[in-house]
């Protein structure tokens, strides 16, 4: 974990301690796992670093390492530098998972764990399972290197922090230039999701003739377009869904009429968080942080390297387009 305070970068790590006082963890084969916290500091990152080896019984090997932290106060500060330096590191994995908190080192580091021996396992863990199960999405290195390249976008990296003592992701920072320049609440991540994450899946809640219905929604396929004449872009999204039918409020048979009528509701509540999160990108932080350029730069290759991204997409016109399938239904169904 990375904090910058009082002029000083700090390193917390946790490190592998076959012996001594330190945290013992769960189960899920990790817990015959001990660790220790091993806190470092210096005015630039080779003095932290060197502080930490300095510390640290065993040499410190990047290579080992599961997920890094940076805090709030280092991602307001810069996070470039960093990950620069990973860039020439021969050690450090470019497919190092990254996440931000706003918590305080000291306090994230002494969370209660489910089945993990050490936090950064534990993060980890959820975020393999989030991205699996398709709810959220992670970051490595690879991935914000790639964004710093390209200069004209920017990223986003998911946040965690303790909630009633556990750890749990609370949204996503929005970064720009390196920088934090805002924040996503996770309860407004599953437009973002769609974008970001290729099988995005969550529940959905709707009302039909007064019974409350839940159902399992998970894109099945997009399609993005960008159209670009006159220094006017056009962005065109396709998202087709796949939804099952779990339960109802008052149980009783589905009739046709009722899963065209369902899937009417869903497609239009899909909408409104794909829009929203474009609204956000777009016009809160004129920053496509949803991945936009890919498909411009694929699409438009020659003028993608003159244009002035951020203007054309915070100015560019949208046209969504949402299509959700009721595969299957927990129900019975009227013929």
């Known amino acids: 974990m990375i904090d910058y305070q009082d002029g000083e970068y700090h390193f917390y790590g946790e490190v592998a301690d076959l012996g001594g006082q330190s945290r013992k963890g769960g189960a899920g084969g990790q817990g015959n796992l001990n660790f220790s916290i091993i806190k470092a500091s210096g ?35 810069d996070v470039e530098e960093y990950l620069n330096r990973s860039r ?37 863990n959820i975020q393999d399972n989030l991205m699996k199960e398709g ?10 290197l790639e964004a710093l390249a390209v200069k004209k976008v920017g990223f986003l990296i998911p946040a965690m922090g303790v909630v009633d003592s556990h750890i749990t992701l609370t949204g996503y920072t929005v970064f720009e230039n390196g920088k934090k320049v805002g924040f996503i609440p996770q309860d407004q991540r599953r437009g973002v999701v769609f974008f970001l994450n290729p099988h995005g899946s969550f529940h959905y809640e709707v009302i039909l003739n007064s019974n409350r219905y839940e159902l399992d929604v998970t894109l099945n396929n997009k399609k993005i377009t960008t159209m670009y004449a006159d220094e006017e872009l056009m962005i065109q999204i396709q998202m087709g869904f796949k939804a099952v039918l779990n339960y109802a409020s008052t149980a009783q048979p589905v009739t046709i009429g009722d899963r065209e009528a ?5 497609e239009e509540a ?10 956000t990108s777009q016009k809160e932080y004129a920053l496509d942080y949803l991945g936009i350029y890919r498909y411009f730069r694929a699409q438009h290759n020659s003028t993608f390297k003159t244009i002035d991204w951020k203007q054309a997409y915070s100015d560019a016109a949208t046209e969504v387009t949402t299509e ?12």
């Open 270 to 279: 899909v909408l409104q968080d794909i829009v929203q999160a474009l609204d």
């Open 88 to 124: 020439t590191q021969r050690n450090t994995r470019k497919s190092l998972k990254i996440i931000t908190s706003a918590d305080e080192p000291e306090d994230l580091l002494k969370a209660e764990l489910d089945n993990a021996s050490s936090v950064g396992l534990a993060i980890d």
């Open 135 to 144: 709810s959220s999405f992670f970051v490595d290195i690879g991935d914000l």
């Open 324 to 335: 959700v399938t009721l595969v299957r239904s927990e129900l019975p169904q009227e013929p």
């Open 43 to 77: 005015e630039t990152y080779t003095q932290a670093r060197d502080d930490l080896n300095r510390k640290s019984s065993r040499p410190v090997y990047l290579g080992a390492l599961k997920v890094l932290i940076f805090t709030d106060r280092l991602a307001f500060q």
């Open 262 to 266: 369902l899937q009417r509701l869903l």
